[in-house]
């Protein structure tokens, strides 16, 4: 019975919740390749391109409340986010044609992209504060969830309970959703076949016809997708604040650095070791121990690797990590 409870508190703890978050890191980090595979550059804007395209469906979500229009079971926020989807790819689109086309003809170096797209983050981060504010936002309505602890002990009879919230499950099956889509459209249609002739021969590309303004404006649009919904289903996980967004960029680069930036497949794998690493360092692993081992040798302390005040150096040390022994990542995507 001991070692059924601690299986429940593991999965509660740990599974569960780094499932979550590794499929939001996966979106996120989506986003990252693309750009990188594509565009050839790293975006550093990609954290509050997240951060806007959330501020915007919460905007939306509100407005729908107020004339009482609901998604049933479901949040609200999900029927406001095809708003927020393209409003984001239009200010993307706007920023390209005013900013990274004139530096994209100019041929300028990776490096220099980079840090036209830092500047760019600070624009983003400085407008989404001014539309939306800096105080924390809870956006998510319905119904919390699917069943909770007290529901789980009462079936099992185990004194450990787990709890599975809605979110968790809308992030997952949106997730799913949104990767097989993904992954659809750049394998069987024209413009997803462009995309990916471009990205691995971009001479040979324009030889063969593809309008590389086209895959331009394309790539943007999925990002802009992408983005906002990894920040959507973040923020009905946990709350919306825009500068959480920000902090957000260090593991999902982590993560598209760890599956290979460039590719896709890498991406969403990535997000889930990072995920997974973070909560399992940080998790406090005292209840756990308190099941599998003797009474006599019970812990004092929380044994806990690392405090949750640190999670993000999780990330940094993995992302170290990487660069310095297999620059490529798991599945061999561009060097850095």
């Keep these: 019975m001991d070692i059924l409870n601690a299986l429940v508190a593991f999965l509660n703890y740990v599974v569960v919740p780094a499932t979550s978050y590794g499929a939001e890191l996966a979106l996120g980090a989506l986003g990252v390749t693309l750009i990188y595979g594509i565009l050839r550059f790293s975006n ?15 905007l939306f979500t509100w407005w729908f409340q107020s004339m009482g229009i609901t998604f049933g079971f479901l949040p609200t926020a999900l029927l406001a986010l095809p708003f927020g989807i393209a409003i984001t790819a239009a200010l993307i689109l706007v920023t390209d044609r005013g900013i990274y086309r004139f530096y994209r003809k100019q041929k300028a170096a990776p490096v220099i992209m980079t840090m036209v797209s830092l500047g760019v983050m600070f624009i983003m981060n400085g407008l989404t504060r001014f539309i939306i504010g800096v105080q924390e936002q809870n956006f998510a309505d319905g119904p919390r969830f699917l069943f909770t602890a007290t529901q789980f002990r009462n079936w099992t009879g185990l004194d450990e309970g787990l709890a599975i919230r ?69 923020g009905l996980d946990k709350s919306f604040k825009p500068f959480t ?5 260090l593991p999902i680069f982590a993560a598209a650095v760890v599956g290979g930036l460039g590719n896709p497949l890498g991406a969403i794998a990535g997000g889930f070791v990072v995920a997974f690493s973070e ?58």
């Design 44 to 58: 550093f804007a990609h954290g509050d391109t997240m951060a806007f395209g959330t501020a915007i469906t919460i």
């Design 245 to 249: 967004y920000f902090q957000l960029l």
């Design 166 to 234: 809605s979110t968790t499950v809308i992030t997952v099956v949106t997730a799913v959703i949104v990767v097989g889509a993904l992954f659809w459209f750049l394998g069987k249609t024209r413009t997803g076949k462009s995309m990916r002739a471009f990205s691995d021969n971009e001479d040979l590309a324009l030889l063969s016809g593809i309008n590389p303004e086209r895959v331009v404006m394309v790539t943007w649009i999925i990002v802009a997708a992408l983005a906002t919904i990894a920040g959507v289903l973040y």
């Design 279 to 336: 909560v399992t360092v940080t998790y406090a692993w005292k209840k756990i121990v308190i099941y599998l081992l003797p009474a006599s040798l019970d812990p004092t302390g929380l044994v806990q690797l690392m405090s949750t005040d640190y999670k993000f150096a999780v990330s940094f040390a993995i992302l170290v990590i990487v660069l310095l022994f297999k620059p490529t990542g798991l599945f061999k995507g561009k060097s850095v």
